[in-house]
């Protein structure tokens, strides 16, 4: 799953750097979509589509930890006597380990943002390590966790968006959600993911713009407005960019889902196949064709064990005169 969730982010990283540079309000969107990938290779090369990728590849592997972690404690919190949870709970439970994640690794995604905004070629970071200790020196620690209000704030929507793509899926298919095929699976992530993320942008805008900012940085932070916190940043956008202006960088978002969850399923998969096949649980990385004999329930210790096992009894033993 890590590797899965880090080649999908290496490969999305040009979308998702143009999706928080249009909601920073950085000079290289005045141009559009197209015209802002042209206007940063231009500047800065085409290395610079992937600034920051690196960072958000390392902190996917603390943050789903902690995430699945949390979740699971709080499944358990949440489930009745008879071992029953409702789907609203479920998604609560799923909601609140995001925001403890969010939280713990909420440093690294400012860093991210800094080293997306600074220009790669006259760098104010050399690093992660440098922007962390950097940012902590000048700004305080207070600093790494600057945005981190509107990043809580933003889990309700986020979190009602998808429920309520959840609980109509089922309507919509005209089937039981049990008997969805992958391909319905994974269209149905894409929606809600889409819904969720709509809903939610604003505060994924406020929360870019307030990690963005600092006066230590050239043209403090690039930045389109100026603010002194999260209720000033919402207002200044407004009168300045408009409503709109609060989901700018939406378009790359969306189109970033797509590719991101593809890539994800797919490369799980397979990484899923390697392992089953490696164990000895199906003939072929390339498909699901179950090994004959091979009984599906055995954990791989047991099974390679059990391999062991039949494979000393089957063997023919030497002679007393032999050895």
Not at 88 to 110: E, H
Request: glycine share 8%; charged share 15%.
């Amino acid at each position: 799953a890590g590797l899965a969730g880090a080649l999908s982010l290496s490969l999305t990283a040009p979308l998702e750097l143009l999706t928080v540079l249009a909601q920073v309000g950085t000079w290289h969107c005045r141009r559009g979509l197209l015209g802002a990938g042209r206007s940063l290779c231009g500047a800065e090369g085409v290395r610079a589509l992937w600034k920051g990728n690196l960072t958000a590849c390392l902190r996917l592997f603390p943050y789903s930890a902690l995430q699945l972690a949390a979740s699971r404690r709080l499944v358990i919190l949440f489930t009745d006597e008879l071992g029953h949870i409702s789907h609203w709970r479920a998604i609560m439970a799923g909601s609140l380990a995001g925001m403890v994640a969010t939280v713990v690794t909420y440093p690294t995604d400012v860093i991210k943002t800094r080293l997306i905004v600074q220009n790669r070629l006259e760098p104010s970071y050399e690093g992660i390590l440098h922007a962390f200790y950097k940012i902590y020196h000048q700004e305080g620690l207070l600093a790494l966790y600057r945005g981190v209000s509107p990043a809580i704030l933003g889990a309700v929507p986020f979190s009602a968006g998808s429920f309520f793509v959840y609980i109509n899926l089922d309507k919509i298919w005209r089937e039981p959600i049990v008997h969805f095929t992958p391909l319905q699976n994974f269209i149905n992530g894409c929606v809600a993911a889409a819904v969720a993320q709509t809903l939610s942008f604003p505060f994924e805008t406020v929360k870019r713009k307030m990690q963005a900012q600092s006066p230590w940085l050239p043209h403090y932070g690039a930045v389109d407005v100026h603010f002194t916190g999260m209720a000033d940043c919402f207002r200044q956008t407004v009168k300045n960019k408009g409503v709109l202006g609060l989901w700018s960088g939406l378009t790359p978002s969306l189109l970033k889902i797509v590719p991101y969850f593809g890539v994800m399923f797919s490369t799980f998969e397979f990484c899923k196949r390697i392992c089953l096949y490696r164990n000895g649980y199906i003939e072929s990385p390339l498909n699901y064709k179950l090994t004959p004999g091979v009984d599906q329930s055995l954990q791989p210790q047991e099974l390679r064990e059990l391999k062991l096992l039949r494979r000393e009894n089957f063997e023919p033993r030497k002679s007393a005169l032999e050895n």
